[in-house]
């Protein structure tokens, strides 16, 4: 299949057709598990990540203020890696949809994090905001930029989770030996 900005315009032409005819076919269950390291040394936390073709390991390890070694990443380091990815992944998108052609596309993401809550000190906010920038490098007009922008705030995955409540549900069971 041709690809545009690195995006297989067929295939989310034929997902669209599919998800028109039939809109339960969108819905997709994603889990994600992982374990606690209780060794010394990093990594304090390790997930594998099945995914279509195969599957990862990602590894965490909190910044030193927090317990860790601060050898890897932290858990906000893939919070902020994954509303990064699909923030760029659905401008993108949304680029190709509109048939702006992208030269290079570089995203941005920072927040400012206050850790007293993390720490029992305080009820305030962990994160009052979040900023995601975009570096275009395209042929486009600003205003179709702009718009496609727009349209990747709105349809972003990790932006409506991020910006929209979710019921989350938390509960433990006794592990079996």
Not at 6 to 12: A, D, K
Not at 124 to 142: F, K, N
Not at 150 to 166: D, G, I, K, M, S
Request: glycine residues 6%; contains cysteine.
């Amino acid at each position: 299949m041709a690809r545009f900005n690195n995006v297989e315009l067929e295939r989310l032409r034929q997902t669209r057709e599919q998800f028109e005819r039939d809109p339960a076919s969108a819905r997709r269950t994603q889990v994600l598990e992982g374990e606690w390291v209780l060794g010394n040394g990093a990594p304090q936390f390790r997930a594998i990540l099945q995914y279509e073709h195969g599957q990862s390991v990602l590894e965490m390890d909190n910044p030193s203020f927090m317990g860790g070694g601060g050898t890897l990443p932290g858990p906000m380091h893939y919070c902020f890696s994954g509303l990064a990815a699909c923030y760029a992944s659905t401008f993108a998108i949304v680029a190709a949809e509109l048939g702006l052609e992208l030269r290079q596309l570089r995203v941005r993401v920072e927040a400012d994090v206050n850790f007293l809550r993390t720490f029992g000190l305080a009820d305030a906010p962990t994160m009052e905001e979040v900023r995601v920038q975009l570096l275009i490098d395209s042929p486009a007009s600003d205003e179709q930029l702009q718009h496609a922008e727009e349209l990747a705030r709105q349809r972003c995955p990790v932006v409506y989770t991020l910006t929209h409540p979710v019921r989350l549900q938390t509960s433990w069971q006794r592990a079996t030996a």
